[in-house]
């Protein structure tokens, strides 16, 4: 199985920054890709940005050049720094790899159990 935990949810005035990480461990044959992902009570989880192994990074409309993903493959980590942070921005932030157990078996998406940024005055 497939481990993803996130840290760095906070707390944060607009305009404050926060960084956030997610490390994957467990029984990882490869990974094909890591994204975060956000979601309010109430609405359907959204992409934020997510960022393949063979080094393509997408990211949604509404960061606007304000996030920036990265990865350490060494460490199966992924970063999300996040700046110039707005209300809107409030959510769970949740990490998900698509990664294979086994060379012969399906890739699979695993999610981590989320945190939570909040952003206010």
């Known amino acids: 199985q497939v481990q993803l935990v996130e840290s760095g949810g906070n707390l944060v005035q607009p305009g404050g920054s926060l960084r956030l990480s997610c490390a994957a461990s467990?029984?990882?044959?490869?990974?094909?890709?890591m994204g975060w992902y956000r979601q309010v009570p109430g609405k359907q989880r959204e992409v934020v940005a997510h960022?393949?192994?063979?080094?393509?990074?997408v990211y949604a409309e509404f960061v606007k050049g304000r996030f920036t993903i990265s990865r350490d493959n060494d460490k199966n980590t992924v970063y999300l720094q996040m700046n110039s942070l707005e209300p809107e921005d409030t959510a769970v932030y949740y990490c998900?790899?698509?990664?294979?157990?086994?060379?012969?078996?399906?890739?699979?998406?695993?999610w981590g159990q989320g945190t939570q940024v909040t952003v206010s005055l």
């Open positions: 998900r790899t698509t990664a294979q157990t086994t060379p012969d078996m399906a890739t699979r998406d695993y």
């Open positions: 467990g029984n990882i044959f490869s990974i094909i890709g």
């Open positions: 960022i393949f192994s063979v080094g393509t990074i």
